[in-house]
């Protein structure tokens, strides 16, 4: 694809393409990614063919692999984030993890392509990695790059319209000469989960001003009953069965247009859903997820029951081989007896239909616990065109 209106994104650590995805819906065209997991790159090819993937170790990567014909500093943003789990305060958090490094690795790329502007994402404990010199060091090597760069911020997905409270720290940055600013997009949606009110009179102002953030029943309740289909114990499809009723999951499905996406039109069969592959419980963990109340933990094995009315917890992504090949805890289906499916994790996520995941529970549900959520990437896109633009 060669569109000379969209501005013009390479992503580094790319993953399952959650930030590829919404710089796409803001109107921008990713020419290249890098990403170094196979599962991924098979994904990555498959849903974005005419990206150039960089299936190489970000160690080896060169400038000259990710420009596809363009000339050093005329990228428009270079977009990444780096392997976060060393830094989560979810898990355990390793100083020594070497995937910390590898924000350094995203700087060296900075330095090579000289993009006019950056983005990096990464987990909230990066923050305070090291008492904080880690992110000290890091601002410093931005700006020895030459870029000038905004206070990092942590942004909240439900507050871009995601089911779901998930946290990212984002880095923006953008080259000194080139004399422009871009700024957090300020939310616009407002869930139960949202910490911003801090009175009642708050709380009800932000309820008038802002969308309602889509809950968990308005991203799953359309979806397929796994339970009831044998054949999903060995295959991830299967056709739909209920019509979308939330606004939210009929653009998920692709029946109704979202004005705001500006991404290239997909052909898939959207009579059939992916990613439904099942997972069977024996009869005592069924029981505890149905005798669990909505909104709080099951015993022994500690998962979480999703709340109907509420957005989800934060999806985690669990650990690839080489780090243990530690499934992720997935949350429970508020309705159903059982773990969430790739496609249900896919859609508190913000992914659409169209988009495949490898098929198989396990890299699946990596590939979307390891995401930026695409609308929230969207929100942050759109405020790297307007500053962009306005360059042009």
Request: charged residues 30%.
């Amino acid at each position: 694809m060669k569109n000379n209106k969209r501005l013009i994104v390479i992503d580094l650590f790319a993953g399952a393409g959650g930030l590829l995805l919404g710089f796409e819906q803001a109107g921008f065209e990713t020419i290249s990614a890098n990403e170094n997991d196979k599962k991924a790159v098979e994904m990555l090819k498959f849903n974005y063919p005419w990206v150039s993937v960089i299936d190489k170790d970000i160690h080896q990567v060169k400038a000259v692999d990710l420009l596809c014909g363009y000339k050093i500093g005329e990228i428009d943003v270079l977009v990444g984030g780096p392997p976060c789990q060393g830094f989560s305060l979810i898990g355990l958090r390793e100083q020594g993890d070497p995937r910390n490094n590898l924000v350094f690795q995203f700087v060296k790329m900075l330095k090579e392509i000289r993009p006019k502007t950056f983005l990096m994402e990464n987990v909230p404990g990066i923050l305070s990695t090291q008492k904080g010199e880690f992110v000290k060091e890091l601002l410093r090597q931005f700006d020895k790059a030459g870029y000038e760069v905004r206070e990092p911020k942590i942004l909240h997905a439900d507050d871009y319209g995601v089911p779901q409270r998930r946290s990212r720290v984002i880095f923006m940055g953008w080259r000194k000469e080139l004399n422009i600013s871009i700024n957090y997009p300020e939310p616009t949606h407002y869930s139960p989960r949202s910490k911003r009110a801090k009175t009642p009179q708050q709380k009800v102002l932000f309820e008038e001003q802002l969308k309602p953030t889509p809950l968990v029943k308005d991203a799953i309740e359309d979806l397929p009953n796994i339970d009831e289909h044998e054949h999903l114990v060995g295959d991830d499809k299967t056709p739909y069965e209920m019509a979308p009723k939330s606004e939210y999951a009929k653009i998920m499905r692709g029946i109704k247009k979202d004005p705001d996406d500006l991404s290239q039109k997909r052909k898939w069969n959207n009579k059939i859903c992916t990613g439904c592959r099942r997972t069977v419980h024996g009869v005592v963990l069924t029981e505890r997820c149905k005798e669990t109340p909505q909104g709080e933990t099951l015993p022994v094995s500690r998962l979480y029951k999703l709340k109907w009315n509420d957005v989800a917890n934060t999806l985690r992504a669990g650990t690839p081989r080489e780090r243990g090949a530690y499934s992720a805890p997935r949350p429970i289906h508020s309705i159903y007896p059982r773990v969430i499916s790739v496609r249900e994790g896919a859609r508190l996520q913000s992914f659409p239909d169209w988009i495949r995941f490898d098929p198989t529970k396990w890299h699946g549900f990596r590939q979307v616990g390891n995401s930026v959520p695409p609308l929230l990437a969207r929100a942050i896109a759109k405020q790297y065109r307007k500053a962009l633009s306005a360059k042009l």
